[in-house]
């Protein structure tokens, strides 16, 4: 349980980490089923995070090899997806599994496997659900094995396994191809905005665009280049649902003119029924499919916006690799601003970031788990 309750609330609201090749959230994902077993084991800090690359590793692979774009588009969720193949190998790997056992964990983590993207087209919050529902059925599986229970010997790349049933493009050797030199957990994006990381190009240039002077009332009307996926899935009109808000190319352009992506109070119930906000979306009149958008994807998310202004003047501006991926990475100062943003004064935020850096290095996550739980203050009114 504390594995599902950690991982839908680390995904809920859009701002955990992305492996972009794999279109997943690792962090929500893998993290949780770590924690919960080294809360049972005592694991020292340097097994945790070992475990937590091993995690990274089998969810980033399991990602790219079942070919992605096409994954996507055909309807499923590639968090709750391949996540479970992150859980179970990060699982397995802090309880010492030898490679038989670990082919059994992933073989039923596999039957684990759920999620698809119907939410980003009729709304509801299952989204929410799929990185817990990830973190807990690799857990679930790697307890199983570790417990005698069988698993299918090839649940990847086998006939029926994971990586062909649900695309057209398998790619299987990408499971092992570079393994030991490619690191998946290098190639994360960490999600400087509170939305869809395939429409974060779309905001990092209405940001740009904002920047040399155009506000809201300047704009006669707004053009996007996507990438296919985005064009088919990021369209919606983002005033409906606070999901819808964080899934919608339009709103987020309208967003970056008018509040702060980075901000998840921007994404309120309330703030999304902001009528300024409804109206500068309107005036995103396309969201097209750009071949040159889609030349880098999913490996490197791009996105474009030409800006029509009431005095006849356009802003055009490209962006490939946005902000906060590895091609254009946060600094450390932005990251620390990033986690005191998100925790306030529910903990000590300095603890915090000071136990995190020495975690390599302590025996046990008990210095951890007294940084989580202390606060220095009163708690505030959550915003979100």
């Not at 400087?192 to 040399?212: F, K, T």
């Not at 500068?280 to 040159?292: C, D, G, K, N």
């Not at 004064?345 to 951890?368: E, G, K, V, W, Y």
Request: charged share 20%; aromatic share 6%; hydrophobic share 45%.
């Amino acid at each position: 349980m504390a594995a599902f309750a950690n991982g839908a609330s680390g995904h809920a609201f859009e701002l955990d980490d992305v492996h972009e090749e794999a279109i997943s959230h690792p962090g929500a994902v893998v993290i949780p089923a770590v924690l919960a077993i080294a809360a049972e084991t005592g694991a020292s800090g340097l097994a945790v995070l070992e475990a937590i690359v091993v995690g990274y590793e089998a969810m980033g692979r399991a990602g790219i090899a079942v070919g992605p774009a096409s994954h996507m588009l055909a309807g499923y969720h590639p968090t709750g997806q391949s996540g479970v193949f992150g859980s179970a190998a990060a699982v397995g790997h802090l309880l010492d599994f030898g490679s038989g056992m670990m082919t059994h964990a992933l073989g039923i983590a596999a039957t684990f496997s759920s999620g698809t993207t119907e939410f980003n087209q009729s709304g509801g919050d299952t989204k929410r659900l799929h990185a817990g529902r990830a973190a807990e059925g690799g857990l679930t599986a790697a307890l199983l094995a570790a417990d005698g229970f069988d698993g299918p010997a090839d649940g990847l790349a086998g006939r029926y396994g994971f990586c062909r049933i649900s695309t057209t493009e398998p790619a299987v050797n990408l499971l092992t191809d570079n393994l030991g030199d490619r690191w998946m957990i290098d190639e994360i994006t960490v999600k400087p905005y509170a939305a869809c990381s395939d429409i974060h190009p779309l905001i990092d240039a209405a940001l740009e665009i904002r920047g040399r002077g155009v506000r809201a009332d300047d704009i006669a009307e707004i053009h996007a280049e996507v990438p296919t996926k985005a064009a088919e899935q990021n369209s919606q009109d983002g005033t409906t649902s606070v999901m819808a808000s964080q899934y919608s190319g339009p709103f987020n352009v309208a967003a970056a003119f008018l509040a702060d992506p980075s901000d998840p109070s921007t994404y309120t119930a309330e703030r999304i029924a902001d009528p300024a906000l409804a109206d500068l979306q309107a005036r995103v009149v396309s969201m097209a499919a750009a071949e040159w958008c889609d030349a880098s994807y999913a490996w490197k998310m791009a996105g474009g916006l030409r800006v029509v202004c009431t005095n006849g003047t356009e802003h055009h501006v490209r962006v490939c690799g946005q902000r906060g991926s590895m091609h254009q990475p946060l600094t450390s100062d932005e990251l620390e601003a990033k986690f005191r943003l998100l925790v306030g004064n529910r903990i000590d935020a300095d603890a915090m970031i000071a136990t995190a850096r020495d975690l390599r290095h302590a025996p046990d996550l008990t210095s951890f788990w007294m940084a989580l739980a202390n606060s220095g203050n009163e708690p505030q009114e959550d915003t979100c």
